[in-house]
T-cell receptor
């Protein structure tokens, strides 16, 4: 059973370009979470999705950021018109259910650098 | 809402010496507690978690942590570290309600083990 797969591992974008980050959850997991890790900081919650539904996007910046988890295929975190402040590590996690003592399994992250 | 404070940002330690990483949390509701480890350029791996029961929790790689409700602490310890324990360690909390899914992370503690 492969773990949570994220790609690409490293992504370099120029200011103003779009960044697309992909996350394939573990087999059997229908709950996906995205977290952002800024330099020298812990991970901060961005969004929680189930198949075809955004459950909680309270941690997402209001502009330029969007996320989806379609019926088929990976979850996508999309950042439009990237700025230098978007440079960070973006981690995806998945779980078979939400809440309680359920463990969330993390991917290796996508490190986005905006130049 | 919950918050987590990791009291040490950097902990240098010699090989085979003991190490303790301190974590305090704040929450208006009861919480589950987690310690994650992040090796260089890797994702987060769960070391151990406290859900209920015995306040002393044993995890992988010889780590253990003790939950102290009165002190609102969850300090991580290892009696004898190896070079391979060099990593960043994150303390995290999550509410215990069935609809609590967000993890709140501390800023991390970087452990550097020297020979």
């Amino acid at each position: 059973n492969a773990g949570v797969m994220q790609n690409p591992r490293h992504l370099v974008r120029r200011r103003g370009q779009e960044a697309r980050l992909r996350c394939s959850p573990m087999k059997g997991h229908s709950h996906v979470y995205w977290y952002r890790q800024l330099p020298e900081e812990g991970l901060k919650f961005m969004v929680y999705l189930q198949k075809e539904n955004i459950i909680d996007e309270s941690g997402m910046p209001k502009e330029r950021f969007s996320a989806e988890f379609p019926k088929e295929g990976p979850s996508i975190l999309r950042i439009q018109q990237v700025v230098r402040g978007d440079s960070a590590a973006y981690f995806c996690a998945s779980s078979p259910s939400a809440g309680g003592g359920t463990e969330a399994f993390f991917g290796q992250g996508t490190r986005l650098t905006v130049v | 809402a919950q918050s987590v404070t990791q009291l040490d940002s950097q902990v240098p330690v010699f090989e085979e010496a003991p190490v303790e990483l301190r974590c305090n949390y704040s929450s208006s509701v009861s919480v589950y507690l987690f310690w994650y480890v992040q090796y260089p350029n890797q994702g987060l791996q769960l070391l151990l978690k406290y859900l209920s029961g015995s306040t002393l929790v044993k995890g992988i790689n010889g780590f253990e942590a003790e939950f102290n409700k009165s002190q609102t602490s969850f300090h991580l310890r290892k009696p004898s570290v190896h070079i391979s324990d060099t990593a960043e360690y994150f303390c995290a909390v999550r509410g215990t309600r069935s609809n609590d899914y967000k993890l709140s992370f501390g800023a991390g503690t970087t452990v550097t083990v020297r020979a």
